[in-house]
């Protein structure tokens, strides 16, 4: 069983910046897609960035231009650089991971993470 421990998060003000990390537990990182998505009170949970095996990225619209995921394989190691933050970014965060090139369907989540930008 693959355990995702998240690091980062925080209070920060509208147009900071914070950067989340997701480590998986056990080998072969590089078999696995990675990817954020976050849940804000009220609504459903949404993909914000994936990452494939082969460091493709794809962002939801919301973000693309502010938010950066990346995959250190030598670090066995996923971060999201989030910059520009709006008060509408305020989420939990989770991350994911699939045992698969892309990140269609998660096998794993993290805990989560609060995300929460002041106006």
């Known amino acids: 069983q693959v355990q995702l421990v998240e690091s980062g998060g925080g209070l920060v003000q509208s147009g900071g910046s914070l950067r989340l990390s997701c480590a998986p537990s056990?080998?072969?990182?590089?078999?696995?897609?990675m990817g954020w998505y976050r849940q804000a009170p009220g609504k459903q949970r949404e993909l914000v960035a994936s990452?494939?095996?082969?460091?493709?990225?794809n962002y939801a619209n919301s973000v693309k231009g502010r938010f950066t995921i990346s995959r250190d394989n030598a670090k066995s190691r996923a971060n999201l650089q989030m910059n520009s933050l709006k008060p509408e970014d305020t989420a939990v965060y989770y991350c994911?991971?699939?045992?698969?090139?892309?990140?269609?369907?998660?096998?794993?989540w993290g805990q989560g993470t609060q995300v929460t930008v002041s106006s």
């Open positions: 994911a991971a699939s045992r698969a090139p892309l990140l269609l369907r998660p096998d794993y």
């Open positions: 056990g080998r072969d990182f590089t078999l696995y897609a």
């Open positions: 990452i494939t095996t082969g460091s493709v990225t």
